[in-house]
């Protein structure tokens, strides 16, 4: 694992193969649920959307008794949804100190714009 926070939370530099953010092939959310993903992380560029395969593996975190994730430290932000916001011109904080900071770079999700939504 990386020292860093930043690189390591921005580690994954491709959609999973079953990323809902990808045009083809996503896994199938509810109604409106990835419209209001991408509102969110629009409307408030502190958030973030963790990586399914990630959360949902041995090294995601765990739920409580109310529902609610408990993050392991080991989540990171889903690719796809990078490749979106940065399709769209609106990397989050997290993004941008990462960016500045050189542990990751502006473009390194470019390769994916045409396969994920809009």
Same mark, same amino acid.
């Given at each position: ?30 109604? /409106? ?13 502190? /958030? ?6 990630? @959360? ?27 490749? !979106? ?11 941008? @100190?990462?960016? +500045?900071? /050189? !542990? +990751? ?10 396969? !994920? !939504?809009?």
């Amino acid at each position: 694992m990386s020292s860093n926070p930043f690189e390591h939370h921005l580690r994954l530099k491709r959609p999973c193969s079953n990323c809902p953010f990808r045009l083809e092939g996503g896994i199938q959310l509810e109604p /409106g649920r990835l419209d209001g993903i991408i509102r969110d992380l629009l409307a408030d560029d502190r /958030g973030t959307f963790q990586c399914h395969k990630v @959360v949902y593996s041995s090294a995601g975190g765990t739920w409580d008794a109310d529902g609610q994730y408990q993050p392991s430290g080991n989540e990171a932000m889903c690719a796809g949804a990078a490749a !979106v916001l940065m399709k769209r011109g609106r990397p989050t904080i997290s993004m941008r @100190v990462a960016f +500045a900071m /050189g !542990v +990751a770079k502006p473009d390194q999700w470019d390769h994916f714009a045409e396969e !994920v !939504v809009d």
